[in-house]
């Protein structure tokens, strides 16, 4: 466990809390995000930000640098979320190229079982 860092960027305060130490190379989709709402401004008492434990954070005084953090952070969101997105879209045309070939073989139930479980993930991926 290493301390990581939570970000308010309106009052440009952190706060240090526990963390995994490899949180941001196994799981860097969650910086920027605000996690569960635990983590709060001592200011302004709004939920703060996940930075990650190694982020360099500028002094308090430094508007500048606060802003290209915030841009920093507002870019690797929006990276990560366009990379799901495609990578949920791969998967959806996958599978519907699977189910298509499915359909096309000779009937058993082991092939109606394997569709059905498909046509579920499927059609969680769209939800």
């Not at 500048?64 to 929006?78: D, F, H, N, P, T």
Request: charged share 35%.
């Amino acid at each position: 466990m290493t301390n990581g860092n939570w970000a308010c960027f309106n009052c440009r305060i952190t706060v240090r809390r526990p963390t995994w130490r490899q949180v941001a190379y196994f799981r860097p989709w969650v910086i920027g995000s605000k996690g569960d709402g635990q983590v709060k401004c001592p200011e302004c008492k709004e939920a703060c930000n996940f930075l990650g434990p190694k982020i360099a954070v500028p002094p308090k005084r430094d508007k500048a640098g606060w802003e290209k953090l915030r841009s920093l952070v507002i870019e690797a969101k929006l990276y990560w979320h366009d990379r799901v997105r495609r990578q949920n879209a791969e998967r959806k045309h996958q599978i519907e190229r699977q189910i298509q070939e499915l359909i096309h073989r000779p009937e058993n139930e082991g092939r109606k079982r394997f569709i059905e479980s498909l046509r579920n993930e499927l059609e969680e991926l769209t939800q």
